[in-house]
């Protein structure tokens, strides 16, 4: 039995929102933390966002908070197509993704699209990139990939 | 600022299906690991189930999968109303609640009464007990906490 992935390590837990300041402030109360900085994801010269297989404009506002060994994420959205906007207006509100840290991931992505399992989305961050699988068929939530280059 | 929790640690991510079977073979393919045995939630003898205030003899069938630090948990809710039937009525499959284990689970569930996040299903497992709050108005996701007795 093959582990595609490489690991079942859960290395965050994805939550699309329709105001991340507010709701970050309610995840800082509740655990009784500082509320992180929201930061905005790259536009596309530096992330090069792809959606569908063709380059997409959208961005996301994103906050995170650690949470044991994994991170919680929040995502706002912006209006452009993307997979997190797709996830708000077909579900509303909740748990979008689980991400996993893999090394190679171009590898990753061609072996899970040989069982029908497409990218749907992706794009560099500064340190990495990441790549959305449609994977809700089987598993009945998106996974993303992530890779970080070596520091 | 207070972590009512006491804890931030996510112990179970769930997941809503519709075919416990089917989505838990699906898992394990990919993950390459064997498939958990599927187990019944007790009936309401042993589990005592309250859903909204009253008995209720809903029951799932689980199956855990162990992910990193963490148990990513499928559940196929029966056809009785439970926090389970709710959400995949509501929303369809997907991830419906991350748990933390607690001490202290009544005094917690008096707490988040207080600030606004209701109890919407309790009932008893082998060696503990859970409680669902409703917190999706504030954190877009359902909350359970477990307490388990010392062994």
Redesign the interface.
Known sequence: ?????GT???AQ?A???EDIEK?SQ?????????KPKVVWTDGYDKAQTEYKGEPSQARAQLAF??????Q?ELIQPDEFPSTWRDFLEE?????QH?AFVVDGLKEKVSEMENTEMPLIQKGEYPGGRYAYMD?VK????VLELLENDES
Do not use: C, R
């Open positions: 039995m093959k582990n595609i992935l079942n390590v859960i837990v939550i699309i929102v709701t309610a995840y800082a109360d509740f655990f009784g933390v500082e908070f650690d949470m044991g060994s994994l919680l579900h509303g509100e909740g748990v689980l994977t089987d598993l009945k939530v």
